[in-house]
């Protein structure tokens, strides 16, 4: 019961991959595309010929969307960033959300149904070029993805900055940003899903031979980088009001800092290819050195704050600290623009924007003011360490749906003391 396919990428074979991604505020993973799957074939006689014709009409509309719609999805630029890309966005989702619960009929009570059914994806970011299972439960998971894929990629339409009416330089829109702070915990509640309660039915032959990009520590890194972004959001919101206190806005930095060291904890020993999934490392690597960034400088700004040599001398460390890893941040999101398939930056704004005119300046008043009231040799030469925080962004509880009451006309009962 559920065995599996893997077919290898034939040499010169277009694996649906763009060479150039455009601009890129939010990492969108490569897309997993379904083949089409002949379910009368598969089923038989095993189910009514009304269950067939609904789960073929309902997948095969996927399919159709997702193969004509994929290039509109993986290349995202502000121009097309439009009411019609998100429309193509919520009407795959659309169609997702409503295959979801009769294709659970297929593992309801532990059915056999579950293994007679071969589902297969194309894969972007794996070495293989397509992974088939004969599992529901693969098919299940497969979809969870795709639903969080989608709504990073609606995450990063809101999130390119757009030319004001005024003629300033593109913004954001807070509206846009707290939109997709929403977004981002409901696509951390897919992957959640997907972790707890799905790939604990996939027996340990089936999980160990997943394409890479439904590995759990793949699934894991995409739900703590989409709780960062969410912080990384809140830090630019507190930025900007005049209310927030510096203990605030450090909070959120450290914060920030542990969901992305957490994202890189997951993947930094998955066998990501290069390409795709090469990208996708680089992408945590940046921002999480991005978030310490951050959190250095808060905490410099806090500990300068003190009345005593040292922690004068601690503040400069953090801000020196912070300078470097503002530095580092801007040669990793070059390396990760660089590698395929392509991207680019859109216009700063938000927390780095912030960040990238604020660090250098302060880091170069705080050293010269201090220098001048000590030696340099008693300044501390490592970085003082982060103050640890409890992470406070949690992803949407998501449960997955009732199944379909189309199955209840079902005969399954004679299933039902068999589990797969």
């Known amino acids: ?44 006689n095993s189910v009514t010929k009304s269950s067939v014709e609904r789960l073929s009409a309902l997948r095969n509309r996927i399919v159709v969307m997702a193969g004509h719609e994929a290039p509109t999805i993986t290349r995202t630029r502000r121009r ?4 019609h890309g998100r429309s193509i966005l919520r009407d795959l989702l659309k169609a997702l959300e409503e295959y979801l619960p009769v294709l659970l009929g297929l593992v309801k009570d532990g059915s056999p149904l579950q293994h007679k059914v071969q ?45 004001s009416t005024d ?8 509206e846009n940003r707290r939109s997709a702070v929403d977004i ?20 340990i032959e089936l999980r160990r031979n997943l394409p890479v990009d439904l590995a759990e520590g793949v699934l894991r890194a995409l739900c703590l980088q989409a709780l960062g972004q969410g912080v990384d ?12 206190t510096l203990a605030v806005k450090r909070r959120l930095a450290c914060e920030m800092v542990k969901y992305w060291q957490q994202a890189q ?7 990501l290819a290069n390409g795709w999934g090469e990208k996708h490392r680089l992408f945590v690597k940046w921002k999480y050195i991005e978030a310490k960034a951050a959190a250095y400088y808060y905490h410099g700004l806090i500990l300068d704050e003190g009345n005593t040599e040292k922690s004068h001398g601690m503040a400069v460390a953090a801000l020196q600290a912070a300078d470097e890893y503002l530095r580092e941040s801007k040669r990793t999101a070059e390396a990760f ?27 170069s008043s705080k050293v010269r003011i201090n220098r001048d009231l000590f030696s340099h040799e008693k300044l501390m030469e490592t970085a003082p360490t982060l103050p640890d925080f409890a992470l406070a962004l949690k992803p949407n509880e998501y449960l997955l749906p009732l199944i379909d009451v189309s199955w209840e006309e079902e005969p399954l009962n004679k299933f039902s003391k068999h589990k797969g």
């Not at 003629?167 to 807070?174: A, L, N, R, T």
């Not at 930056?345 to 300046?361: A, D, H, Q």
Request: hydrophobic content about 40%; some cysteine; charged content about 20%.
């Open 265 to 271: 904890d997951n993947i930094m020993n998955l066998p």
């Open 167 to 174: 003629g300033f330089q593109p913004k954001v829109s807070e």
């Open 337 to 363: 623009n660089l590698s395929v398939p392509v991207s680019r930056n859109p216009p700063l704004w938000g927390t780095i924007k912030f960040l990238t005119e604020k660090i250098p300046k302060d880091t």
């Open 119 to 163: 589902f297969s994806w194309v894969n972007q970011e794996d070495e293989l070029e397509e992974t088939a299972m004969y599992s529901a439960w693969y098919e299940v998971l497969s979809v969870l993805h795709f639903m969080a894929t989608l709504l990073l990629s609606q995450a990063n339409l809101l999130l390119l900055p757009r030319t």
């Open 80 to 83: 097309t960033a439009s009411q």
């Open 1 to 44: 019961m559920g065995c599996f396919v893997s077919t290898s990428k034939e040499i010169g074979e277009n694996r649906r991959r763009p060479a150039n991604i455009g601009e890129v505020s939010v990492f969108v993973p490569g897309l997993r595309i379904p083949k089409a799957v002949n379910f009368a074939q598969s089923l038989g």
């Open 184 to 203: 981002f915990l409901k696509a951390a509640g897919y992957l959640d899903c997907g972790v707890r309660h799905v790939l604990p039915h996939l027996p």
């Open 233 to 244: 959001i809140q830090l630019g919101l507190a930025i900007e009001n005049s209310k927030a």
